[in-house]
């Protein structure tokens, strides 16, 4: 089994000793970027939180109960393999700095900077919805991922429990799901994802970003530890509940080196799988990204943003469906041949499950035969 490493990161000057450059800590962004739909309430230029009178600045975290009519979304991306997400909370506590999801907040009315993590919203009849759906005659069987957008297993979870009402809603049904987390707190619910895994009926991602505690706490700042991430995909295994690891986002002069040992940590605990994806930096993630960056190494930070330009045809943001993913150039190709040769070295023959398609189908038609 790989030993948890930390990577030489004295470059990272320490925050403590950034007197000129106050930090919101546990917060990933340290901006509020410019809403483009509420120009009379936001500046033209993002408003800098960390330069509030405090020393230490605490933003609060606000949960905000929101009432959709609808909870599945269908993916039309040709990217993303599976057909259908559903997210049960927009925004996200983790406060992932490079988190393409963030650009989705202004749609709300919010930044996508520091309110993405600070502003939750919380949709609470979603397995109403969901169980709403399956009821439906009209509803075919399809896998459903939660979350395309934000995480279901974000710290709000641990109280409200709607991921787990989801579950049970499609274990009632017996319909397949797919879950993505970088939150421990999935193991509260390996009860019924062993259920569900009986019957070939869920899979389960587990994100891991890098191998380097250090790293994480500032890439990453209210997720789970590398250790309970890699500790939870040993236990999602033990259990019997498919699970593999999804090494994102790669970020060239951040972690890339890391990618064949992460590959080794998450086979030598069971994943039956790993994919990875190159950092892209769209809309808002950019200017929240590079202002991070130069808040937290300074004289790293071009490096790193030229790196990832380099792998976008020399813009940060990347939207070109094939090539958004996994990039293109030389550093791309280094990114992808290591990660080939990990993959044959540590996975080769491992694979997840199909998922069963049939036995939903079959539910819902005993349950007419009632009627």
Known sequence: ???????????????EDQQDKPYLHGRGAQIN???????????????DWSQAEEEHPQIPTQYIDVHPKTIINEVTSPDIPLPYSMNPYQGCEHG???????????????????EFEQKILVKRNSAALLEEKFRSPRWKAAPIMLSGNTD?????????????????????YRHPVGLITKNSLIRRDIDL?????EHNLVHTVISVTTLDEKLRQRLEPRTASVKQ?????????????????????????????????????????????????????NGDVGP?????????????????????????????????????MRGEGNIAEIINQQYKLAKKKFLEGRSLPPYNLELHEQFKSAQLRLF
């Open 1 to 15: 089994m790989l030993d948890l490493h930390f990577t030489d990161l004295t470059a990272m000057p320490k925050l």
């Open 33 to 47: 970027a410019a809403n483009p739909y509420h120009k009379k309430i936001y500046d033209d230029q993002p408003v």
């Open 96 to 114: 992932c700095v490079y988190c393409y999801a963030r650009n989705t907040h202004p749609y709300w009315g919010y930044s996508a900077g520091l």
């Open 152 to 172: 279901c297993y974000q710290p709000i979870e641990r109280e409200l429990k709607i991921t787990r009402s989801i579950l049970e809603v499609c274990w009632k």
């Open 193 to 197: 994802l062993r259920q569900l895994a």
């Open 229 to 281: 991430r890699l500790d939870t995909i040993e236990a999602l295994n033990k259990a019997g509940i498919p699970v593999m690891a999804m090494l994102a986002p790669i970020i060239p002069g951040l972690n890339d080196h890391e990618l064949f040992d992460m590959v080794k940590a998450v086979a030598d605990r069971g994943a039956l799988g790993a994919g990875y994806s190159i950092v892209r930096l």
């Open 288 to 324: 929240i990204f590079t202002d991070w960056l130069e808040k937290n190494m300074p004289d790293r930070a071009q490096r790193v943003l030229n790196r990832i330009k380099d792998c976008h045809g020399g813009e940060l943001n990347d939207s070109r469906f094939g090539k958004r």
